[in-house]
Each structure stands twice: as structure tokens, then as C-alpha cells.
């Protein structure tokens, strides 16, 4: 089975750029949930989308949006980046909604943004 | 919001030698994990702890949770170069509240 793929795995933006970043999670997995992963706050939880909806949300403004497609293949968007939004955004899909013991990672995108 | 603290931050161990890392709750914990992380790359999933006093082994690391079910430690013995990497500790919120909070993580350096 092929795991959770993360596409682009590197991506350079500058200030006031948007960005759309793709995760495919593993077959017949229907949740993907989004991390941001930085030095200084660690990792922390961006959302979590079950077919098609959003099921939780962390404390992110609304500059971070996502969507989930009915292949649960899933993109997250940040508009207006700022030079705090470099980060390793990982994703992480399971078979159903709050499933964290089954959780699978992708590898990351790492974004900067100068 | 509930708040996990990791110690150490970092960590430098001869191989062979066993080490210890923490992880402690500002809340009761109802669901902890453990996972380990290679520099830039996405998480895998080591173990996870429900029950005050539960305690899991896999190969040479066991992970414990305590009796109030607010501090975790994870014991590696014998490490092995193998074993760098960073150590991260997650929580449930609890109740209906799944989603994960982080501790900053553990950085374990093993020296051959």
C-alpha cells in the first residue's frame, strides 16, 4: 500500500504570495488531518477534514483554509504568506475521523517564504 | 488548552547507553503518543498510552504513563545510532476534543 504522498516536497514563496500545498493519504483513508511544524512552536494542528468537511480546527487564522475532495485527496492554501509561515506542513491521514493511534504522516512540505 | 512539556530538549548518549525522556501534562492525559521524527521528514507513530500506570514495550523502547495520568516517560536501553532522531510526545484533548497537541520535542543524538 503506498503511504501518505505530500506534493511539491519544497516550495520557496515571497511575502504576500499565496500558496497551495497537496496531500494524497493513504487508500481507503477518509480523514487527512494538517500540521505546521516550526523551531520555535513546535507542531501544531491546522485542521482536520473527514469526507469532504471539516471536522476540527486549531487556532490558525483564517489566512489557512483547506478542502477535501471526494478522492479525500486534500490542499491546504495560505494566502498573503507572511516570513512566519515558513514551516514544514505535514499531513496526516487514518481510516476514520480522531483515529491518532492510526494516524500515518507524510513526509512534509517544507516552505520558506522570503 | 492543555500544554506538554518535553525533557530534555536535547540529548547527546554514547551508543549502548540507556536514556530517558519526559513528557509531562499541564491536564490529565486520555490518550498519549509517542512518535519519533527524522529531521525534515513526517512522524512515525512508536506507541500509545490510555490507562493511568499502562506501560508498552517495542523492541528496545517502553513508554509509561504514570498512575494520574499527566507525566509519560519513554526509556530507550541499549540505544543505537538508529535511534537519532527527534522524539515528540501528542495528546488528545479529551472528550469529543482529538485532535493532537504536541510537546516541542526531544532531540537524541547517538554517538557510535
Known amino acids: 500500500k503506498a503511504g501518505v504522498t505530500q506534493t511539491p516536497r519544497y516550495l520557496i514563496k515571497t511575502r504576500g504570495q499565496q500558496v497551495t500545498l497537496s496531500c494524497s493519504p493513504i487508500?481507503?483513508?477518509?480523514?487527512v488531518s494538517w500540521y505546521q511544524q516550526t523551531p520555535g512552536q513546535g507542531l501544531q494542528f491546522l485542521f482536520e477534514?473527514?469526507?469532504?468537511?471539516?471536522?476540527n480546527k486549531g487556532n490558525f487564522p483564517g489566512r489557512f483554509s483547506g478542502r477535501q475532495f471526494s478522492n479525500s485527496r486534500s490542499e491546504m492554501n495560505v494566502s498573503t504568506l507572511e516570513l512566519g509561515d515558513s514551516a514544514l506542513y505535514l499531513c496526516?491521514?487514518?481510516?476514520?475521523?480522531?483515529?491518532?493511534?492510526?494516524?500515518?504522516f507524510g513526509p512534509g512540505t517544507r516552505l520558506t517564504v522570503t | 488548552s492543555q500544554e506538554l512539556e518535553q525533557s530534555p530538549q536535547s540529548l547527546i548518549v554514547q551508543e549502548g547507553k540507556n536514556l530517558t525522556i519526559n513528557c509531562t501534562s499541564s491536564?490529565?492525559?486520555?490518550?498519549l503518543y509517542w512518535y519519533k521524527q527524522k529531521y525534515g521528514e513526517g512522524l512515525i507513530f512508536l506507541m500509545m498510552?490510555?490507562?493511568?500506570?499502562e506501560e508498552k514495550s517495542h523492541e528496545k523502547i517502553t513508554a509509561k504513563l504514570d498512575e494520574k495520568k499527566q507525566q509519560s516517560s519513554l526509556h530507550i536501553t541499549a540505544s543505537q545510532p538508529s535511534h537519532a532522531g527527534i522524539y515528540l510526545c501528542?495528546?488528545?484533548?479529551?472528550?469529543?476534543?482529538?485532535?493532537?497537541?504536541f510537546g516541542k520535542g526531544t532531540l537524541l543524538t547517538v554517538n557510535p
Open positions: 496526516a491521514s487514518s481510516s476514520y475521523s480522531g483515529g491518532a493511534s492510526e494516524q500515518y
Open positions: 487508500s481507503g483513508h477518509r480523514s
Open positions: 477534514y473527514f469526507s469532504e468537511t471539516q471536522r
Open positions: 491536564k490529565t492525559l486520555y490518550g
Open positions: 498510552l490510555q490507562k493511568g500506570g
Open positions: 501528542g495528546a488528545e484533548g479529551g472528550g469529543s476534543n482529538y485532535k493532537l497537541t
